[in-house]
């Protein structure tokens, strides 16, 4: 318990100290990226801070625990910035040169099936004469996919020739690339077709051979739709989970189950050591195995910081547990983010680690005073904690969600107050009755009965996920992430007893001008005459604002990816989506995207898959036109034949023409017609100079005058120019 002392607004913890101090080296790392001489000018600044506080603390201060956590904290900057600095300049080998053709080669690490394109990574990769470090992102496009790449593998050597790109950890509008400094993925490759990529059988290691057969044994018992979802919600893999089921469990606020978090190493933590009270095991025994358990998991998982924070965490209780000392639950929150922090510094933009970070805060700092609120009105014991270890998480995480998502899930509460139960059961009957099927094959049963569970949960999620205002979107600035300052002072850490309702209440205030800043400072730019590119390794795709009114144009993207934009307060309903394709995995994101938003109209050309029309027709999606050469388009769009051959969509307005096409065939007479009369060219690859045309690509060779463009970039097509990180 927190001894309150009158005298004393707050009991000092070294950590808070120092968690404090890592964050800001964190931050002025990244300043070196944005602008080098200002970042290093921060970090000196600090520096000379930092040797004034030091003396200070020497020559007045009598408390030598205060002393020697403000010369901890002065070194831990100076680790901090020295590391996150090595990890920007020593991301990409400096022999390789951008955009170059190589022979690249590598070994499987991991295959996804997932995104509309075939993606393969590499580990131990070399590029050219160079063996680099990290991994590489080789995409090939699902139409060209022949099939001999089915029967790749992990573990399956692969050899081709390829330009390379590098990924950048921060892009030119300042944002951080986490899901790349997690994956370790440094470089991308595309390739055209799969028949250009070589094939040599090899063997998995180890742990990825345990995780497919954990996957398969899933798939197996519960049929692959349930086992995917399984898989992801043990290891935190989602690349075989269901779009519509990722939906609908983001959108009912089960979303945490597919991340793995901290619920499930509570849950581990909390049977294992009950297991072994029960059987009266020794308690440093039970304190290591229990440990040795965790740290596998955390492997399996792929080192998830959610995981990591949780088994630091648990670690440190039960350790205090196992030496009969007090537990401090703040100070350990505090100590976890600084050892994560250290290790892994861009973990600091990562929105599952600040997810995780501030739900557990969350529960520290609230759930008692909640909890006692629903004892006084009478709520028995074991619902009020539930109760308010729910609204604590949703307290907690909202301001990261609204950061990071830009959504409130409004049902989220009650959807976890009622599952919460459900989720646990569910959750150990898949981990228990699958290592059982691991040594014993028969026990695979025990997994098709936990499916019925899942089945039942995942049903739930997709009925929550259609009911009206099941999510809000709002926008708001980064300063909204500042709401965790007051929130402490709102919070029964802060002691000061006489002045505690005014300060409280300023919190308030605060916490709820944090919230409404994006009103005010996230106004966006004025879309009238806009072309927003969307992020894609293997297509071209955009959205186009033209007349108040939204477009896509391109080939379909994630429906994910397109939401995250389509959400925003700049942006209207979609009027209509002119595709240049259509492939099965294609039309399954345009079904997920049509099912969730509201579009008008859909253009298909005539080389539309059957595969792809016939899904859109199971999905009952209805609103779509197949267009041939002699069709007019509404508004300001045309399409673009060549016989029977589609080349492209061009937009005419009535400032500019704009063209949207994959390549440039300046080999067809048709598109060199509508070429030459659009000042603005949208395609994924070109090879040829810009002849002054503003040229938007995906890609381009070394010689060639296309922009390639930074996915956070959008084109004011009426004046001709190119903004950075408005959106």
């Known amino acids: 318990?927190?001894?309150?002392?009158?005298?004393?607004?707050?009991?000092?913890?070294?950590?808070?100290?120092?968690?404090?101090?890592?964050?800001?080296?964190?931050?002025?790392?990244?300043?070196?990226?944005?602008?080098?001489?200002?970042?290093?000018?921060?970090?000196?600044?600090?520096?000379?801070?930092?040797?004034?506080?030091?003396?200070?603390?020497?020559?007045?201060?009598?408390?030598?625990?205060?002393?020697?956590?403000?010369?901890?904290?002065?070194?831990?900057?100076?680790?901090?910035?020295?590391?996150?600095?090595?990890?920007?300049?020593?991301?990409?080998?400096?022999?390789?040169?951008?955009?170059?053709?190589?022979?690249?080669?590598?070994?499987?690490?991991?295959?996804?099936?997932?995104?509309?394109?075939?993606?393969?990574?590499?580990?131990?990769?070399?590029?050219?004469?160079?063996?680099?470090?990290?991994?590489?992102?080789?995409?090939?496009?699902?139409?060209?996919?022949?099939?001999?790449?089915?029967?790749?593998?992990?573990?399956?050597?692969?050899?081709?020739?390829?330009?390379?790109?590098?990924?950048?950890?921060?892009?030119?509008?300042?944002?951080?690339?986490?899901?790349?400094?997690?994956?370790?993925?440094?470089y991308t490759s595309y390739v055209d077709d799969s028949s250009s990529l070589s094939f040599t059988t090899g063997r998995a290691g180890a742990l990825k051979r345990l995780s497919m057969n954990i996957e398969t044994i899933l798939e197996n018992a519960m049929g692959g739709e349930l086992g995917g979802l399984a898989f992801g919600i043990l290891t935190g893999d989602k690349t075989g989970i269901a779009d519509e089921a990722r939906n609908s469990f983001n959108v009912s606020g089960l979303g945490h189950l597919l991340a793995v978090s901290g619920l499930h190493i509570g849950f581990i933590c909390?049977?294992?050591?009950?297991?072994?009270?029960?059987?009266?095991?020794?308690?440093?025994?039970?304190?290591?195995?229990?440990?040795?358990?965790?740290?596998?998991?955390?492997?399996?998982?792929?080192?998830?910081?959610?995981?990591?924070?949780?088994?630091?965490?648990?670690?440190?209780?039960?350790?205090?547990?196992?030496?009969?000392?007090?537990?401090?639950?703040?100070?350990?929150?505090?100590?976890?983010?600084?050892?994560?922090?250290?290790?892994?510094?861009?973990?600091?933009?990562?929105?599952?680690?600040?997810?995780?970070?501030?739900?557990?805060?969350?529960?520290?700092?609230?759930?008692?005073?909640?909890k006692k609120f629903f004892m006084m009105i009478k709520f028995p014991k074991f619902i009020a904690a539930s109760l308010s270890t729910v609204i604590s998480v949703q307290i907690g995480i909202l301001p990261a969600m609204i950061f990071y998502f830009k959504e409130i899930q409004i049902y989220s509460i009650f959807v976890n107050l009622l599952l919460m139960p459900l989720i646990s059961i569910t959750f150990m009957a898949i981990l228990i009755s699958l290592v059982l099927t691991l040594i014993f094959p028969f026990f695979s049963i025990l997994i098709s009965f936990s499916g019925i569970l899942l089945s039942f949960i995942n049903t739930v999620a997709y009925a929550v996920s259609l009911l009206p205002y099941s999510l809000i979107y709002y926008s708001s600035t980064a300063l909204i992430m500042l709401s965790y300052i007051p929130y402490f002072f709102i919070s029964r850490f802060y002691m000061k007893r006489r002045k505690v309702e005014p300060v409280k209440i300023i919190s308030l205030v605060l916490c709820a001008a944090l919230s409404l800043s994006g009103l005010v400072l996230d106004k966006g730019p004025k879309l009238d005459n806009a072309l927003i590119p969307l992020n894609s390794y293997s297509s071209f795709s955009s959205i186009v604002i033209n007349e108040g009114k939204t477009y896509v144009v391109g080939a379909m993207p994630s429906a994910n990816i397109l939401e995250s934009y389509i959400k925003s307060k700049y942006f209207k309903e979609t009027e209509a989506i002119f595709l240049t394709s259509l492939s099965k995995p294609e039309a399954r994101q345009l079904a997920n995207f049509v099912r969730r938003n509201k579009v008008n109209k859909i253009y298909l050309p005539l080389e539309a898959e059957?595969?792809?029309?016939?899904?859109?027709?199971?999905?009952?999606?209805?609103?779509?036109?197949?267009?041939?050469?002699?069709?007019?388009?509404?508004?300001?769009?045309?399409?673009?034949?060549?016989?029977?051959?589609?080349?492209?969509?061009?937009?005419?307005?009535?400032?500019?023409?704009?063209?949207?096409?994959?390549?440039?065939?300046?080999?067809?007479?048709?598109?060199?017609?509508?070429?030459?009369?659009?000042?603005?060219?949208?395609?994924?690859?070109?090879?040829?100079?810009?002849?002054?045309?503003?040229?938007?690509?995906?890609?381009?060779?070394?010689?060639?005058?296309?922009n390639t463009f930074d996915y956070n970039y959008l084109l004011d097509f009426k004046k001709g120019t190119i903004y950075k990180n408005v959106l």
């Open 1 to 186: 318990m927190v001894t309150q002392k009158k005298n004393r607004a707050i009991n000092f913890r070294s950590f808070l100290l120092i968690t404090a101090v890592i964050i800001s080296a964190v931050i002025c790392g990244y300043l070196t990226q944005i602008n080098k001489t200002a970042g290093w000018i921060v970090f000196v600044i600090a520096l000379f801070v930092f040797t004034a506080v030091i003396l200070l603390s020497f020559a007045y201060l009598k408390r030598t625990y205060v002393l020697i956590s403000v010369i901890i904290s002065a070194v831990m900057f100076i680790i901090v910035f020295i590391n996150i600095v090595a990890v920007f300049e020593n991301r990409h080998n400096k022999n390789i040169v951008e955009k170059r053709n190589y022979e690249i080669a590598g070994t499987i690490d991991s295959i996804n099936h997932s995104e509309p394109d075939f993606v393969i990574v590499l580990k131990d990769v070399s590029i050219g004469v160079e063996q680099v470090k990290g991994k590489c992102r080789v995409v090939v496009p699902e139409s060209k996919k022949d099939g001999v790449i089915f029967y790749a593998a992990p573990g399956d050597a692969v050899k081709f020739k390829s330009a390379v790109y590098f990924v950048k950890l921060v892009s030119d509008s300042g944002k951080v690339n986490t899901a790349s400094f997690k994956t370790n993925v440094r």
């Open 270 to 370: 909390a049977a294992l050591t009950k297991l072994f009270d029960a059987l009266r095991v020794n308690k440093k025994v039970t304190f290591f195995i229990v440990l040795s358990f965790l740290i596998f998991y955390m492997v399996l998982s792929d080192f998830s910081s959610s995981v990591i924070r949780a088994i630091i965490m648990c670690a440190v209780m039960s350790g205090a547990r196992l030496i009969n000392k007090w537990y401090d639950p703040l100070s350990s929150l505090q100590f976890a983010v600084c050892v994560i922090l250290t290790l892994f510094p861009l973990y600091l933009f990562d929105a599952g680690f600040n997810l995780s970070a501030t739900a557990v805060f969350g529960i520290i700092i609230f759930s008692k005073s909640i």
């Open 610 to 706: 059957m595969d792809g029309l016939e899904l859109l027709i199971e999905e009952k999606v209805d609103n779509f036109y197949l267009l041939s050469e002699n069709d007019l388009l509404f508004d300001a769009f045309n399409a673009i034949y060549e016989g029977e051959n589609f080349l492209g969509y061009k937009m005419k307005t009535k400032e500019v023409s704009l063209l949207f096409s994959k390549k440039l065939y300046l080999d067809k007479d048709a598109f060199i017609e509508a070429y030459n009369d659009c000042a603005i060219i949208r395609t994924f690859w070109s090879g040829e100079a810009s002849d002054g045309r503003i040229l938007l690509c995906n890609y381009s060779t070394e010689n060639s005058g296309g």
